[in-house]
């Protein structure tokens, strides 16, 4: 969230996930290349979670915030990073939420989604999926969730051609995130 000065750190105690339904968490993020589907840790790290489900369902923002966004940043063997209105790392929600530790989560392998920090609490809405294990990343980036299926989408992702910056030549988008409980019911 460098470059946004006009965040406010919330401290904020998770109500309710505002997702109807039974069983587990999911999020699908539906993109140019496929979908990623991530089951979310709602109960190891709830502000985290509660935090990407209001920012992805639009209660937190007004409107779905993440979709229409890029995948701005893609390193094969290591993730892919998205959830920037900016397309470069420095933009977020106008709000960042604390950093929630959970010490029994490692970054020990791949497919997992983190939140992104610039530093210590000022997670809003970037994230990023892990490709291979990432152990740098343990206690500075929130994992609070895991990929589920798409896990190969992931990896075409993280493998386009990119600038020197690690940005795709040829914009991935998310066309949609959705989350939901128990199964996802597909429009027709």
């Not at 409107?63 to 094969?76: N, Q």
């Not at 970037?126 to 929130?142: C, K, S, V, Y």
């Not at 992702?157 to 939901?180: C, G, N, S, W």
């Amino acid at each position: 969230m460098s470059g946004n000065s006009d965040f406010k750190l919330e401290r904020r105690t998770p109500k309710p996930f505002p997702i109807p339904g039974s069983g587990k968490l999911f999020v699908d993020f539906d993109t140019t290349m496929g979908t990623i589907t991530c089951k979310l840790l709602e109960t190891r790290v709830p502000v985290t979670v509660w935090n990407f489900v209001e920012v992805v369902t639009g209660k937190a923002t007004g409107t779905p915030y993440i979709d229409g966004l890029l995948f701005h940043r893609v390193v094969p063997e290591f993730l892919i990073h998205g959830g920037c209105p900016n397309a470069d790392g420095t933009g977020g929600p106008g709000h960042a939420v604390i950093h929630e530790e959970d010490v029994t989560n490692k970054h020990d392998r791949g497919g997992l989604l983190t939140q992104f920090y610039v530093t210590k609490d000022t997670g809003g809405s970037q994230f990023m999926i892990t490709e291979e294990p990432a152990p740098w990343l343990d206690r500075n980036h929130t994992i609070f969730g895991e990929v589920v299926a798409g896990m190969e989408v992931a990896k075409s992702i993280a493998r386009v051609k990119t600038d020197k910056k690690q940005k795709p030549l040829t914009p991935v988008v998310i066309e949609r995130a959705v989350v939901y409980r128990g199964q996802r019911m597909k429009e027709s």
